[in-house]
């Protein structure tokens, strides 16, 4: 895009994002569950190698660590800030 056709007097339009209680619950639900189920099948029971059984508790404790993350994330605000 030419720079003429660039409006560069006007500040960057910025947007403050609220995380509503429900967004929050079911993107931490979602992440804990799909961690437990990964857990679960990681389970001495259940068929398969050894290596994809350990590799299973990896991502079961990094989903389940996800949601915790997700559960106390603070929404992102941005600073307006003007063009030079």
Same mark, same amino acid.
């Given at each position: ?5 660039? $409006? @560069? ?9 609220? $995380?509503? =209680? ?8 979602? %992440?804990?569950? =799909? !961690? &437990?189920?990964? %857990? ?15 590799? =299973?508790?990896?991502? &079961?404790?990094? %989903?389940? !660590? ?5 559960? @106390? ?12």
């Amino acid at each position: 895009m030419p720079s003429s056709m660039m $409006d @560069t007097s006007s500040p960057i339009q910025t947007y403050q994002y609220n $995380d509503c =209680l429900s967004c929050r619950l079911i993107g931490t639900g979602a %992440l804990s569950g =799909l !961690g &437990g189920y990964a %857990l679960w099948q990681s389970r001495a029971a259940a068929p398969g190698s050894l290596m994809g059984k350990r590799a =299973l508790v990896g991502v &079961g404790l990094v %989903l389940i !660590g996800a949601g915790a993350m997700r559960w @106390t994330q603070k929404p992102m605000t941005s600073i307006p800030t003007e063009r030079n």
